[in-house]
């Protein structure tokens, strides 16, 4: 492994604690909705309330959510996990207490592999636990020098994914954040919509000479983009450095990050565990997991996308890079297996889909999931390709009327007069007319210049209007030229 980057000879330290929102219709303790965007305390009954009286029902979903996670990261399942009273007082936590793990989470330890600069790496994981979300402070709309509260969010289940201190830049951090945002989405147990808060990170940051023990750390809270990631802990890491290079101590805190100044501010002084008074929590009994749940978990995960793509490598011959983006989401891998079936075409399958198909869903801002040309008639554009009856130019021609709406590639191929021009007879003609009326081209070829022949190759295209199959009309015009 390449040795970790230093920053004007300090070595930078960076774990991450990631908050995944699990993908259930209701909430870990209570039957109220977690849809996203409803008008504020709309979505709060009387447990997330907590009203006297109430008591906390887990969410048998949110559970299994957890195992799934657990089980791709290779991590212990624990057989048996408690729920504790995590203390603290803040106006959107009507409790007075979060729900949470401390002692014993239900995921332990695992790991998360990912690339950066073609390197591969692995990130440790320590644990991931259940807990709930607080409500919403709303600073905005509620009047002059007043805050509301929303909460809706009180009481939606969250996994906090804890890494070990292993990443050693901002640029590892952002892409061990992406491989673990990519597989909660392809497991299903988050949508990792980061704008409306289902994935959003906390970055542990702080700094050190090399081989001295760790610096004390300030951490990063509610970043909900990779980008916003990466300034928060870039600005964090010259700014510690610069306290410590100024004869100072760092304060341990936690921070905020400002994406209008691309700078981070002291919010409060640290916590510690004992801080929160942590204790088992009475109303929950502790969380059995039999081994028969988790075989069976196990036995309804996906292909995990490091096999699927293995798999590709292995079974259609893909390059490594090629394998990795049809792997980069499931929805993705999906429409690649169908559009590699109906076309035979592997190799040319995974062209399409990363060069104009990509670029389309990219200048669109969406997904594979919404792409508006399905895998059959994609397949049969790539035919026509294949068997030369269209050009790539003309092809891409195809594709943007199937983008638009049409359905038949040979019907549009026919309309827009795209056929490539495959009669030896007429190309001949062509290039006959070409050689004749470029005779400085055909001395220039004659003298060893190579510009030459495809200066006459473009010619043979203008004069066929874009027809002239390109590997055809060379040939010819290579035949022609030896003969004369």
Not at 62 to 83: C, D, H, M, N, T
Not at 283 to 292: E, F, G, S
Not at 363 to 372: K, N, Q, T, Y
Request: charged share 25%; proline share 5%.
């Amino acid at each position: 492994m390449t040795a970790a980057p230093l920053v004007r000879g300090w070595e930078v330290v960076i774990g991450l604690e990631t908050h995944a929102q699990l993908s259930t219709a209701s909430k870990i303790f209570s039957g109220a909705a977690t849809a996203f965007g409803a008008a504020p305390n709309t979505q709060a009954c009387a447990v997330d309330l907590a009203l006297p009286g109430t008591l906390p029902v887990l969410n048998r979903g949110a559970v299994e959510r957890a195992i799934r996670l657990g089980l791709a990261v290779g991590a212990k399942i624990a057989p048996q996990s408690i729920f504790a009273r995590k203390n603290y007082f803040y106006p959107d936590l009507p409790k007075g207490y979060q729900i949470s793990q401390y002692e014993i989470p239900v995921v332990q330890g695992g790991t998360v592999a990912f690339t950066l600069g073609g390197e591969a790496r692995t990130v440790r994981l320590t644990r991931a636990h259940l807990e709930e979300d607080a409500g919403k402070s709303v600073h905005e709309g509620a009047g002059d020098g007043v805050s509301g509260i929303d909460l809706n969010r009180a009481g939606t289940p969250l996994l906090e994914i804890v890494s070990e201190p292993d990443m050693r830049s901002s640029a590892e951090a952002v892409e061990y954040a992406r491989a673990l945002h990519a597989l909660v989405v392809w497991l299903g147990i988050c949508d990792g919509n980061m704008q409306e808060g289902s994935f959003r990170c906390d970055a542990n940051v702080s700094v050190r000479r090399p081989g001295s023990p760790f610096g004390t750390r300030r951490e990063i809270k509610n970043l909900n983009s990779f980008r916003f990631l990466q300034q928060a802990i870039d600005f964090e890491v010259q700014w510690q450095i610069e306290r410590l290079e100024d004869g100072l101590e760092i304060e341990q805190a936690t921070v905020l990050f400002d994406p209008g100044t691309g700078e981070t501010r002291a919010m409060r002084t640290k916590e510690d565990a004992h801080d929160y008074r942590y204790f088992p929590d009475p109303d929950l009994p502790p969380l059995v997991i039999a081994p028969q749940w988790v075989e069976r978990v196990r036995g309804e995960l996906p292909e995990l996308p490091a096999a699927m793509a293995e798999r590709f490598q292995r079974e259609d011959g893909l390059p490594a890079y090629d394998a990795a983006m049809m792997t980069q989401s499931l929805p993705f891998a999906r429409y690649y297996e169908a559009l590699r079936e109906a076309s035979g075409q592997p190799k040319l399958a995974a062209n399409w889909l990363m060069g104009e198909v990509s670029k389309r869903l990219n200048a669109e801002g969406m997904g594979i999931e919404r792409v508006p040309v399905g895998a059959a008639a994609l397949a049969a554009l790539i035919g026509r390709v294949a068997d030369g009856t269209v050009s790539h130019s003309g092809a891409r021609q195809v594709l943007d009327a199937l983008w638009s709406g049409e359905h038949d590639v040979d019907a549009v191929i026919a309309v827009k007069g795209l056929a490539q021009m495959n009669d030896t007879g007429a190309l001949e003609a062509i290039v006959d007319e070409v050689l004749a009326a470029n005779a400085k081209s055909v001395q220039e070829f004659r003298a060893g210049k190579d510009k030459a022949f495809n200066a006459l190759v473009g010619q043979v295209m203008k004069a066929s209007k874009g027809k002239a199959n390109p590997a055809q009309a060379g040939e010819l015009l290579r035949k022609r030229l030896a003969a004369s």
